[in-house]
Nanobody, 126 residues
Framework: EVQLVESGGGLVQAGGSLRLSCAAA????????IGWFRQAPGKEREGVSS????????YYADSVKGRFIISNDNAKNTVYLQMNSLKPEDTAVYYC???????????????????WGQGTQVTFSS
């Protein structure tokens, strides 16, 4: 079974940066996609970004384009989400998720993923 461990959340101020990490283990096929989602209090979980392990496919939500960068370190089986120019509306619990699907569709959707991490909190501090 696939296990995902997120890290890197914390408090951040206006315009600040954080880097989230998602370490994956236990997968059995060579092709997969890891996505980042977030969920703010009272809101539905939304797709933020995703990347296939061969870097062929990436996705960014409109709300984070130009500010967030997703990347792979296949040697470490880890995906990073570099978050820059953070805003109060970025406050949420961030989850990484795993699917054996690779492609340009559906990777922003919760239903496309089979495995989830425990989440890491990102909080905007004024």
């Amino acid at each position: 079974e696939v296990q995902l461990v997120e890290s890197g959340g914390g408090l951040v101020q206006a315009g600040g940066s954080l880097r989230l990490s998602c370490a994956a283990a236990g997968f059995t096929f060579d092709e997969y996609t890891i996505g980042w989602f977030r969920q703010a209090p009272g809101k539905e979980r939304e797709g933020v970004s995703s990347i296939s392990n061969n870097d062929e496919y990436t996705y960014y939500a409109d709300s984070v384009k130009g500010r967030f960068i997703i990347s792979n370190d296949n040697a470490k089986n880890t995906v990073y989400l570099q978050m820059n120019s953070l805003k109060p509306e970025d406050t949420a619990v961030y989850y990484c998720a795993f699917t054996y699907y690779t492609g340009s569709h559906f990777t922003d959707q919760v239903e496309a993923y089979n495995y989830w991490g425990q989440g890491t909190q990102v909080t905007f501090s004024s």
